[in-house]
């Protein structure tokens, strides 16, 4: 959801700005969100065919809810170790 608030509308660019998800769960997960319409996906007959998923009215609605999670996290959630920095 954050990447596609943010602009991504690209498949790789979704997937590039959550590390460590495979590319087999993040089309589950947009295939969800479409279901439930809060995601539009559109397919352009280029050579090769592009892919865009955008927000709809119902997904753009969830952007204070996603802004306040994120929040949140950033100041609850502890950071992940970097190795060799103490």
């Known amino acids: 959801m ?3 608030l943010a602009g991504h509308t690209r498949f790789t660019d979704i997937a590039q700005t ?3 998800l495979s590319d087999r769960l993040l089309s589950e997960r947009l295939k969800e969100l479409e279901a439930e319409e809060i995601v539009v996906r559109t397919v352009h007959p280029d050579t ?3 892919v865009e998923y955008r927000l709809t009215a119902r997904g753009e609605a969830l952007t204070p809810v996603v802004s306040a999670l994120a929040e949140w996290s950033e ?3 502890p950071l992940p170790a970097t ?3 103490r």
């Open 83 to 85: 190795a060799g920095v």
């Open 48 to 50: 090769p065919v592009r």
């Open 18 to 20: 959550v590390p460590g």
């Open 2 to 4: 954050r990447a596609l």
């Open 75 to 77: 100041r609850w959630l």
